[in-house]
């Protein structure tokens, strides 16, 4: 059961670095962060800031919709970001090894679209810590609410 860590209304690239930079203070190897949201929202970006949070030095490679996962080595370890976007059956999140990330390696796994595999979903949900980072965005006056909820 996930229960509310921080809810946050964002207007700017600013204040979305901001909410990623305090979630990453909280995260430790193992965890799952679940990034959820329409298109265009922020997912990506909040994925970018939250790295740069952790002190991965390289660039962030945004992204990985078409590579489905980038690693990244932080001062904490291993980490993985992971789009499952453009995946068509949990069939291939098998055979591209997405798998090894949650339960062969200790790493702090990042996704986005992890949702559209709800079997998949409910195995890494309950496989370890995870935060749920729900973005809903607000068109008629552009700000974004950042609904971040919490498991042990």
């Given at each position: 059961m ?35 949201g ?6 990506t970006?909040?994925a ?5 949070a ?7 490679e945004?992204?990985?919709t ?28 098998e055979e ?7 339960w ?18 409910k ?30």
């Amino acid at each position: 059961m996930h229960q509310l860590w921080k809810v946050a209304s964002v207007y700017s690239e600013t204040q979305l670095a901001e909410c990623a930079e305090s979630l990453g203070k909280e995260l430790q190897l193992g965890d799952r962060v679940l990034l959820e949201g329409p298109m265009g929202v922020g997912k990506t970006t909040f994925a970018r800031a939250l790295l740069l949070a952790m002190g991965v030095h390289q660039p962030p490679e945004g992204s990985p919709t078409f590579a489905i996962a980038h690693e990244y080595q932080a001062p904490i370890g291993g980490m993985v970001h992971i789009d499952y976007y453009r995946m068509r059956s949990e069939i291939e999140i098998e055979e591209a090894g997405i798998p090894a990330y949650y339960w062969e390696r200790n790493l702090l796994v990042i996704s986005e679209w992890l949702s559209s595999w709800p079997l998949f979903e409910k195995q890494v949900l309950g496989s370890g810590r995870s935060w749920k980072v729900n973005f809903l965005f607000h068109f008629n006056n552009a700000d974004r609410i950042i609904e971040i909820k919490k498991s042990e």
